[in-house]
């Protein structure tokens, strides 16, 4: 399992890293493609929970609201239209199935998946796209910040772990992981910061950025293993090997780049 974690990681990260320097269209595509497969595996969870949303709808949704965080053909698709819709497709959906008896669930599951993946993974378009210069420089500062956090926090817990985290929610995690998962992570964040992020952050941002970074993706991480709890499922899927699903390998990235985008904008512009 780990050497399976290790060639995905060979392969996959020298790509990302690359579409992220690239920028434009190319890396818009990639957040756009994985926020459509993410969607794709949250739907087969609210499946397994007794959901019956439509996946087309679900994935249109959620794409849409990527797509109202970016200007990709002119002009912003407005978030306003992104919400109509997503309020109106579900609804429409569901008055045209006979069975109704689980309409509920399926409605709310489909928004959820909708702003938990689509709203929120959008931001990683906003990051690049919406803060001048610096986006390039804060998305390399939350890749490593949160990927050598992860890898941190699987390893030290796997070595020193005594004490679990949330053994309902996640068995593996432990709190000797966690910790080690975000000086670890901290540590990456600086390296990014001496190299492109010292004219605009300062040392005490970074410092404050690294730690809630480390902290915010713990808590993205543990809110898709809830959701899996849920479901009663280990993995969101199989698409890569040794992880699972793409939704295992970004659920930290979920809540960590709105929180980044938001300390960025109302906290160290303002200083």
């Known amino acids: 399992m780990f050497w399976k974690r290790v060639i995905s990681a060979i392969i996959l990260i020298p790509v990302v890293i690359f579409l992220v320097w690239w ?17 794709i595996e ?11 949303g439509g996946r087309i709808f679900t994935v249109a949704c959620g794409v849409l609201f990527c797509l109202s965080a970016v200007d990709l053909i002119g002009s912003k698709i407005p978030v306003e239209l992104a ?32 702003i938990y993946i689509g709203w929120a993974f959008g931001y990683h378009l906003i ?14 500062f939350l890749l490593v910040t949160v990927w050598l956090g992860d890898t941190a926090a699987y390893l030290f817990g796997k070595r020193f772990g005594r004490h679990k985290l949330r053994p309902t929610i996640s068995p593996g995690k432990t709190i000797e992981g966690t910790i080690a998962g975000i000086v670890f992570g901290t540590l990456g964040g600086f390296g990014v910061w001496s190299f492109f992020l010292q004219d605009i952050l300062s040392f005490s941002h970074a410092l404050i950025l690294g730690v809630l970074l480390g902290a915010v993706s713990q808590l993205s991480d543990l809110s898709e293993s809830v959701i899996k709890r849920s479901a009663n499922v280990k993995d969101s899927g199989d698409l890569i090997p040794g992880h699972g699903g793409l939704l295992d390998r970004c659920d930290s990235l979920i809540f960590s780049a709105p929180a980044l985008y938001y300390y960025f904008v109302y906290l160290v512009n303002l200083t």
Not at 23 to 31: K, M
Not at 91 to 105: E, P, T
Request: no cysteine; aromatic share 12%; glycine share 12%.
């Open 23 to 39: 920028g434009g269209y190319p890396y818009s595509a990639l957040i756009i493609l994985v926020t459509a497969l993410m969607l």
């Open 42 to 52: 949250f739907w087969g969870l609210s499946q397994s929970i007794g959901g019956r």
């Open 83 to 114: 919400l109509a819709l997503t309020l109106l497709l579900p609804f429409s959906y569901q008055i045209f199935r006979d069975k109704i008896d689980v309409a509920f669930l399926s409605v709310a599951s489909t928004l959820l998946g909708v």
């Open 127 to 140: 990051l690049l796209r919406g803060i001048s210069d610096a986006g390039r420089g804060l998305i390399f």
